[in-house]
């Protein structure tokens, strides 16, 4: 376990670093991404609008909010990408992982954790810019923000183990790409990211409940701009880390699975 | 004198591929996706050897012969389909941490340092990885950078370094939590003479001061000879020799050179394959067993001011035996 | 003409090499429908809060939808590969090949590639325009429809303008991968109309990165908005741009020659 832990310290000091060294191609990252939520502000607030000032129970300075808060959490909800299980087949990076006495998952979740505290800095001045054009109602208590900074990084160990294991079906199919979309989109409507999921019709909320999507994007966002109180606050905390436990014995499942077929047919 | 135990055992180990089997057009496409035809390719067959510790073996063998598919599956990387194979006591396919932590494996040009930070910071992060005691670890890191005369580029950034030297620093990467069983898979390869020869002298001193086992794939004759006292030769995923060097060449060359000083423009060609002609030396080539009869001839019917007698060059067996495709008969 | 030519033997070429692979068709055609389908619930879970955008009827949002697609289709077989193409080529310098090749380097730079499948978007976005001019029960006249191609064209021609703009920026400042990041979130923009947007952003789409005519234009075609002077205007920027473009690229290939000399 000590040694665990040595290892996150290490990894993390290193890819922090790494990541130092490219600051402009992470800024046109983060403002190309931008637009996405940008476009679905300004949709419903002007749905609001014409609707006599809300909708679903959203002014459009709660929309606002709302997705500029989603800027945030959708940049620590980015992981390794399971287009990257490709890459790492093929350029011989697994078999040089699975020599190592460690799960390679490690080094992805210490990697990208280290890259967030970067990630987070060069956002603030986004969001300034965001929240001067846009307004957003936010008025989060105290209590409010420490759930907030706890629930992303709840939200980012679920979908690592999401990605993960959607990742490995590449050890048993090529046609990935398709299956990688499939669940993308289902992602985009079921997680709270195209919009809010009060405005979604009744079934859709109820599926969403017992799915993982939402407690990955949808709950911190809540979590800073809404008004739990603190008893939903904690509860939902608890549902998410019900997620990272399933999750993750899911992905040691199917890792265990997957490297049997990987070294069934070789690398 | 009690016998070295084997590091290494291997006994009928086996690889078997199924290749799935492609025929142009849709409707074959949508079939495939049913059901797949499946091509049966052997890889490795039933080999069997033993290592004992601290034997440096060289595996020799055309692309496709079986040599990596062996050390995969020696590593832990590849499942056998058929046979048995152990490393130090373990099963390599059961990847137990205790075993990954002794071995090692490099494969030529795949790398496994950090591109945009100083090897020193990835030589860090192996220190994590395999849990190696600070102590250890700096004495090791050291003594592996001045062996190799690495201080000057350690603290560059790795994306800036030249092949040759990017390949050092794999190397000490690889060996920094000193294992006992090294796997090379054609370390040398796409690297100038000078850098090969360092790498093969560090290797040589790793050994020599841990007593690792090593076994090395290569193309060049260079690595094997240099290295290696035992060869295993493999073609078509079977062993056709695994003994000394000379061995091999004892074994698989028909052939012997000589090498013949003439008067200039006197035509050897009557007395066995003529293989070059330079001025007044000339190299034949005759049957082992013609060997003694063809040199009375030339000294009794030549003017000849010198003539020696060798083994054909080792490349030249070596290509011999594999472009026969099957094991050829040992020669008498 | 020559170059007319030499364009449609790319597009053969490029088109019988992806043709090997069938499969690929169907998993184009897989992503494509998936996209569509989320489309279309994103706009369905918008009309059911609301009767109309900004004055903007359900099938005539169908129809910027449409169009928006369909452009993508053409931007993604055609400019998208080829500027992708045409950064790598400099940067690593094997753009050089082009140079020496009989023909404008900037016509071949912008055909070589084609992705053919990509043609799915196309067909998938005019269907989905004829479906939206159907629900508006408007007959469109001949008139409407090559009103509609024309703007099309005008608009693909202003985004291959800045497309070709930027990636040869490239003849002077290497590393502008990023833009491309860029480029994709402002292409998303057209999904809706443009007049959706604050006044800021809808000058800069209007005209630094001309989505809203690329996108917005050709859907007033055929829904009806479609003004005299706002083709014209379409049609004097694109002739501006086009302008604009083929003019930094002659400037770009100076500095090019030049530094590698």
């Given amino acids: 376990m000590k040694n665990l832990l040595d290892f996150y310290r290490t990894n993390m000091k290193t890819s922090f670093l790494g990541t130092l060294q490219y600051p402009v191609a992470q800024y046109f990252y983060m403002i190309g991404m931008m637009a996405e939520p940008v476009i679905y502000l300004v949709v419903w607030s002007t749905v609001a609008r014409a609707q006599g000032g809300s909708v679903g129970g959203y002014t459009p300075g709660a929309f606002a909010a709302y997705y500029i808060v989603w800027t945030l959490v959708r940049n620590i909800n980015i992981v390794f990408t399971p287009y990257g299980w490709e890459w790492l087949i093929r350029q011989g990076q697994l078999a040089a992982l699975l020599m190592r006495p460690l799960h390679p998952i490690h080094q992805f979740i210490s990697g990208f954790a280290a890259e967030k505290f970067f990630v987070i800095a060069l956002w603030l001045p986004l969001a300034a810019f965001l929240s001067f054009v846009f307004k957003p109602e936010l008025h989060p208590s105290l209590l409010q923000m420490a759930v907030f900074a706890v629930a992303i990084w709840g939200a980012y160990l679920i979908r690592t183990m999401l990605l993960w294991i959607l990742g490995m079906i590449g050890f048993w199919t090529t046609r990935v790409s398709a299956i990688f979309e499939l669940y993308f989109a289902l992602e985009l409507l079921l997680s709270g990211r195209l919009v809010p999921l009060a405005l979604m019709p009744m079934w859709v909320q109820q599926t969403a409940a017992y799915l993982p999507f939402k407690w990955a994007f949808q709950f911190p966002i809540e979590v800073l701009v809404g008004q739990m109180p603190p008893g939903q606050l904690f509860a939902g905390l608890g549902i998410q880390l019900l997620w990272i436990v399933v999750s993750t014995a899911l992905m040691q499942v199917v890792w265990r699975m997957g490297i049997r077929q990987f070294t069934a047919v070789g690398g | ?332 | 003409m020559r170059l007319i030519r030499l364009a449609l033997l790319y597009f053969r070429v490029g088109a019988l090499n992806e043709l090997q692979y069938r499969v690929n068709f169907f998993v184009q055609l897989f992503q494509s429908l998936v996209a569509l389908v989320v489309g279309l619930v994103g706009q369905a879970l918008v009309f059911s809060h609301t009767p109309d955008l900004n004055g903007w009827t359900r099938p005539e949002l169908l129809a910027v939808m449409g169009v928006h697609i369909l452009m993508g289709g053409l931007i993604n077989a055609i400019i998208q590969p080829n500027m992708q193409r045409l950064l790598g080529d400099i940067q690593e310098g094997t753009f050089d090949y082009a140079l020496t090749k009989p023909a404008d380097a900037q016509v071949l730079a912008s055909i070589r590639e084609f992705r053919v499948w990509q043609i799915v978007d196309v067909a998938m976005g005019l269907i989905v325009v004829a479906v939206a001019a159907f629900q508006l029960q408007r007959a469109i006249s001949l008139w409407q429809a090559a009103a509609f191609l024309f703007v099309l064209l005008l608009g693909w021609a202003m985004l291959y303008s800045v497309w070709l703009m930027v990636t040869a920026t490239a003849f002077w400042i290497i590393r502008v991968e990023q833009i491309v990041n860029l480029f994709e979130g402002i292409y998303a923009t057209g999904r809706w109309p443009v007049s959706v947007y604050p006044d800021w952003l809808r000058s800069s789409l209007t005209f630094i990165v001309p989505v809203a005519f690329a996108v917005t234009v050709p859907a007033e075609a055929i829904t009806g908005r479609l003004t005299l002077p706002t083709l014209l205007g379409a049609l004097a920027l694109a002739v501006v741009m086009l302008a604009l473009a083929r003019w930094v690229w002659r400037r770009g290939l100076r500095a090019y020659s030049g530094a590698s000399a």
């Fill in chain 2, 1 to 332: 004198m009690t016998e070295q135990a084997s590091v290494i055992h291997v006994a009928n180990l086996s690889k078997t591929y199924f290749v799935p089997e492609r025929e142009a057009g849709l409707g074959a496409a949508i079939k495939s996706l049913f059901k797949r035809k499946l091509k049966e390719v052997k890889a490795v067959e039933k080999i069997s050897f033993e290592v004992r510790a601290g034997e440096v073996v060289g595996f020799l063998g055309p692309n496709g012969a079986g040599k990596t598919t062996t050390l995969k599956m020696l590593s832990g990387l590849l499942y056998p389909t058929g046979g048995a194979g152990t490393v130090l006591g373990f099963t390599p396919s059961k990847r137990e941490k205790d075993f990954l932590r002794q071995i090692t494996l490099v494969m030529g040009n795949r790398n496994q340092l950090q591109w945009d930070i100083p090897a020193l910071d990835s030589f860090e992060l192996f220190r994590a990885i395999y849990g190696i005691p600070q102590a250890q670890f700096k004495q090791t890191r050291d003594e592996f950078i001045e062996l190799l005369e690495l201080k000057d580029l350690v603290k560059k950034p790795v994306r800036n370094l030249s092949l040759g030297e990017r390949m050092k620093m794999e190397i000490v990467g690889a060996l920094l939590h000193r294992p006992k069983v090294l796997f090379l898979d054609e370390p040398t390869i796409g690297l100038d003479v000078t850098m090969q020869k360092r790498i093969r002298t560090f290797i040589a001193e790793y050994n020599r001061r841990y007593g690792a086992t090593v076994l090395l794939t290569s193309h060049y004759m260079a690595d094997v000879e240099a290295l290696c006292k035992r060869v295993v030769v493999i073609h078509h995923g079977q062993i056709l020799h695994d003994g000394d060097l000379s061995g091999l060449v004892e074994k698989f060359s028909a052939h012997k050179t000589l090498g013949v000083t003439v008067d200039d423009g006197v035509d050897l060609s009557g007395y066995g394959e003529v293989m070059s002609k330079e001025g007044s030396r000339v190299i034949l080539r005759v049957l082992k067993a013609e060997t003694s009869r063809v040199a009375a001839r030339l000294l009794a019917e030549q003017a000849v001011s010198d003539l020696t007698i060798e083994d054909a060059p080792i490349e030249d067996v070596i290509e011999r035996v594999f472009a026969s495709g099957a094991p050829p008969e040992p020669a008498l």
